[in-house]
């Protein structure tokens, strides 16, 4: 009963910006750690924003300064902001847990070209 649904990628172009969202049906985010997650063509998948129950948030050194992540709990959601792209952001960008703890969704594929 637990889906995570992660939507807003697309294709853009270097410097490009794109706003991720993600919408947690069938569980309570409130007292919980969330995240972003991102997984190249032949890597593993890699965590590059966190936000704690408190709104603290941590992020990958790559990307820090150009993505924010923000949550509202009310609605179940978690956003991240994502600006100066570039073609080493390109990966399929997936929610959850911090640490992983429900079902991952299908991602939202995020294409950077130059």
Do not use: H
């Not at 939507?7 to 794109?18: D, H, I």
């Not at 947690?24 to 007292?31: H, K, L, R």
């Not at 080493?88 to 130059?114: E, F, H, K, M």
């Amino acid at each position: 009963q637990v889906q995570l649904v992660e939507s807003g990628g697309g294709v853009v172009q270097y410097g490009g910006s794109l706003r991720l969202s993600c919408v947690a049906y069938g569980t309570i985010i409130s007292f919980a750690d969330m995240a972003w997650y991102r997984q190249a063509p032949g890597k593993l998948r890699d965590l590059v924003a966190l936000i704690t129950r408190d709104e603290k948030t941590e992020y990958l050194d790559s990307v820090k300064g150009r993505f924010a992540i923000s949550r509202d709990n009310a609605k179940k959601m978690v956003y991240l902001q994502m600006n100066n792209l570039t073609p080493d952001d390109t990966a399929i960008y997936y929610c959850n847990r911090q640490p992983p703890a429900l079902p991952w969704g299908q991602g939202t594929q995020v294409t950077v070209s130059s």
